[in-house]
């Protein structure tokens, strides 16, 4: 069966520092990704998603990037944080054709202080 | 761009009492419905979907929704809930070519024993 890992669960960082928040996906090939922010009464908000290895498509201008170096691992980073990035973050798989349901991972609780 | 409305942002019922959150969303092609739920303390996951056939769909737990495309909307349904319905709900919609959901901004639902 698929597997979805997200971590770390909680990280508190300071402004202006370096942020790197991992996903991996088990039991699939080749499966579509996503980054979603959640933030309390705006819902999910989708950050990034990707197709394949390398391929990274952002929904949102921000302070944020993404990377895909392997073909189950998703990447979150930003070289410096912002107060405003504080949030919920959650990872995502699909399968990679049509319209699926999307697996949830248990998300990462990031405060930039 | 898709948008997808849930009017409802905090529902406070008794247990059996009968629950009905609204959805709408703006496409007005072919799209793919979504009900999410977030219990507390666990991943967002999925409660029933629509993709096409009989607009009436069930889902786990006794959860059922309607697609109405006249209305553009697919609100959920239960009969009688539970103090364990306590949670986050999501409406999410993809459409057109696109695979990827919008998602709602989320009804709260508090159910007292």
């Known amino acids: 069966s698929q597997t979805i890992h997200q971590w770390p669960a909680t990280l508190v960082q300071p402004v202006g520092s370096p942020l790197s928040l991992e996903c991996t996906v088990e039991?699939?090939?080749?499966?579509?990704l996503y980054w979603y922010r959640q933030a309390a009464g705006r819902g999910l908000q989708l950050l990034f998603y990707?197709?394949?290895?390398?391929?990274i498509s952002s929904e949102v201008p921000q302070n944020l990037s993404a990377s895909r170096p392997q073909d189950r691992q998703f990447i979150l980073s930003s070289k410096k944080l912002l107060l405003s990035d504080s949030g919920f973050y959650l990872c995502?798989?699909?399968?990679?054709?049509?319209?699926?349901?999307?697996?949830f991972g248990a998300g990462s609780r990031l405060t930039v202080l | 761009a898709q948008s997808v409305s849930q009017h409802n942002h905090h529902v406070i019922l008794s247990e059996a009492a009968s629950l009905e959150l609204g959805c709408n969303y703006s496409?007005?092609?072919?799209?793919?419905l979504f009900w999410y739920v977030q219990y507390p303390g666990q991943h967002l996951q999925l409660l029933l979907k629509?993709?096409?056939?009989?607009?009436l769909v069930k889902g786990i737990k006794g959860f059922e929704a309607e697609f109405i495309k006249s209305k553009f909307s697919f609100n959920l349904r239960k009969p009688s809930v539970q103090w364990s319905d306590t949670a986050e709900y999501f409406c999410?919609?993809?459409?057109?070519?696109?695979?990827?959901?919008?998602f709602g901004r989320g009804t709260s639902l508090i159910v007292h024993p």
């Open positions: 995502a798989w699909s399968l990679g054709t049509g319209a699926n349901v999307l697996t």
């Open positions: 039991g699939t090939s080749n499966p579509n």
């Open positions: 990707s197709v394949g290895i390398g391929q």
């Open positions: 496409y007005g092609g072919t799209v793919n």
């Open positions: 629509y993709f096409s056939g009989d607009p």
């Open positions: 999410a919609v993809s459409s057109g070519g696109s695979y990827i959901p919008t």
